[in-house]
């Protein structure tokens, strides 16, 4: 991935277009607006809903595909915003280089200062948890999704933002999906850009209800699912 190549959105934020799979990071219709649909409307917002209703202090959140932080920055925005606890944990196999985040437009994107964007980056993938804000931490583990052991009834939030079935086809089969459902707790709410067919098949194989939602510009539809008991 050493070619990766920055651009602008719509919306003016930047992503990341990888030629050697043809694959963007993120949206070229806008990436801010597509991960703030895709993971902060569709898994967060639940989440804390139903944990604040539940009188629980912290939400906790699992993204396969850590990528650019971008969808954590916006976590932690929406976690001082509402003044809830995050304890974010995010699994990624191949971090980026500093020469290729360093010149992400996030800050300016986000109206956050730089320092904060860069320890969402700096921080080291020791699989402890790190607090950013008082409102945020974060966990940050370098490992393969199919190798990764993840603990039991954990999480609120799953935010899957792995590159499409037609790029990395081994982070879409169904072990993968029957291993998100055990970590999850009740309820938990599993955003993503997919929709193809199969996908949700395999998510509703899993054990997680299945919802097709509106999906942000250029998207027909997105994928929620949820664990409810």
Same mark, same amino acid.
């Given at each position: 991935?050493?070619?990766?190549?920055?651009?602008?959105?719509?919306?003016?934020?930047?992503?990341? &277009?990888?030629?050697?799979?043809?694959?963007?990071?993120?949206?070229?219709?806008?990436?801010?607006?597509?991960?703030?649909?895709? &993971?902060?409307?569709?898994?967060?917002?639940?989440?804390?809903?139903?944990?604040?209703?539940?009188?629980?202090?912290?939400?906790?959140?699992? #993204?396969?595909?850590?990528?650019?932080?971008?969808?954590?920055?916006?976590?932690?925005?929406?976690?001082?915003?509402?003044?809830?606890?995050?304890?974010?944990?995010?699994?990624?196999?191949?971090?980026?280089?500093?020469?290729?985040?360093?010149?992400?437009? &996030?800050?300016?994107?986000?109206?956050?200062?730089?320092?904060?964007?860069?320890?969402?980056?700096?921080?080291?993938?020791?699989?402890?948890?790190?607090?950013?804000?008082?409102?945020?931490?974060?966990?940050?583990?370098?490992?393969?999704?199919?190798?990764?052991?993840?603990?039991?009834?954990?999480?609120?939030?799953? &935010?899957?933002?792995?590159?499409?079935?037609?790029?990395?086809?081994?982070?879409?089969?169904?072990?993968?999906?029957?291993?998100?459902?055990?970590?999850?707790?009740?309820?938990?709410?599993?955003?993503?850009?997919?929709?193809?067919?199969?996908?949700?098949?395999?998510?509703?194989?899993?054990?997680?209800?299945?919802?097709?939602?509106?999906?942000?510009?250029?998207?027909? #539809?997105?994928?929620?699912?949820?664990?409810?008991?």
């Amino acid at each position: 991935m050493t070619n990766l190549q920055i651009q602008q959105t719509d919306d003016g934020s930047h992503t990341l &277009y990888w030629p050697e799979k043809n694959e963007h990071y993120h949206s070229v219709h806008g990436s801010v607006q597509e991960a703030r649909k895709v &993971y902060v409307e569709t898994a967060l917002v639940p989440a804390m809903d139903a944990c604040m209703s539940a009188g629980t202090d912290t939400v906790q959140v699992f #993204e396969m595909g850590l990528g650019t932080a971008l969808n954590a920055c916006l976590t932690l925005q929406e976690a001082e915003k509402r003044h809830m606890k995050v304890a974010y944990t995010a699994i990624e196999a191949l971090p980026l280089p500093e020469d290729v985040w360093r010149r992400l437009n &996030y800050p300016q994107a986000l109206g956050i200062e730089s320092r904060v964007f860069e320890a969402f980056h700096r921080q080291a993938f020791d699989a402890r948890e790190h607090a950013l804000s008082p409102y945020f931490s974060l966990t940050k583990i370098q490992a393969e999704m199919q190798a990764a052991v993840l603990p039991g009834k954990r999480f609120h939030a799953v &935010y899957y933002d792995a590159f499409a079935p037609s790029v990395q086809p081994e982070l879409w089969e169904p072990g993968i999906f029957v291993k998100l459902r055990q970590a999850c707790t009740t309820p938990c709410f599993l955003g993503t850009y997919c929709a193809q067919g199969r996908f949700r098949r395999n998510l509703r194989s899993a054990g997680f209800a299945v919802e097709s939602l509106p999906g942000p510009k250029g998207k027909r #539809e997105i994928t929620r699912g949820i664990v409810l008991s």
